[in-house]
């Protein structure tokens, strides 16, 4: 699934700017699919040229008019079709992994401000849920319910994981793995 996928899905909730589609990326897609302005925007200007949506721009006392999009007909059929995927893909991009394949190369100091981050990180995710679930849950589809449990799920396995593997990290290596210097 495409930015420009997820860009219908949402217009399938109401009328939206690009500016009210990457806040709902940001708070609701935040922990399993990103996308900035520079996605965004592209998509949303595809999306019209195909008359998968409309644009009105709205004026704006010295500002720029504010362009809302509305999913049409045919972008609604779009979406429908795409749905019907059985097989979607399912990839992970993480920075901190990234990080931590490298963890050979860092000093104690250095991993254990990862992890901190990284677990600190992980439970403002999942205070974020829980204010979700007090205010929000009966007004909210049984897609997004399970998502967010899946997310709940995901955070609090890694952030076990990470409290019962820290050790691993942080004990003193063999020093023949430090061998990341230039000229080595």
Do not use: W
Not at 87 to 109: N, Q, V, W, Y
Not at 129 to 134: G, I, T, V, Y
């Amino acid at each position: 699934m495409d930015v420009k996928t997820v860009c219908l899905g949402m217009l399938t909730s109401g009328d939206a700017s690009g500016y009210d589609l990457k806040k709902c990326f940001e708070s609701s897609f935040g922990h399993f699919f990103a996308a900035g302005y520079g996605s965004i925007y592209p998509a949303l200007a595809s999306l019209a040229e195909n008359g998968l949506v409309t644009c009105e721009n709205i004026p704006q006392n010295g500002k720029p008019d504010r362009k809302v999009y509305s999913i049409t007909a045919n972008g609604r059929s779009e979406l429908m079709h795409c749905l019907e995927n059985p097989t979607p893909g399912h990839k992970i991009r993480s920075e901190f992994l990234a990080m931590m394949c490298f963890a050979h190369l860092m000093d104690a100091e250095q991993i254990n401000a990862v992890l901190d981050h990284r677990l600190n990180e992980i439970e403002k995710f999942l205070n974020l849920l829980e204010e979700m679930d007090k205010c929000c849950t009966d007004k909210v589809p049984e897609g997004a319910n399970f998502v967010a449990g899946f997310g709940r799920a995901i955070a609090q396995t890694c952030r076990e994981y990470i409290e019962q593997n820290r050790d691993v990290l942080v004990e003193p290596q063999p020093a023949k793995l430090k061998t990341a210097t230039a000229g080595q």
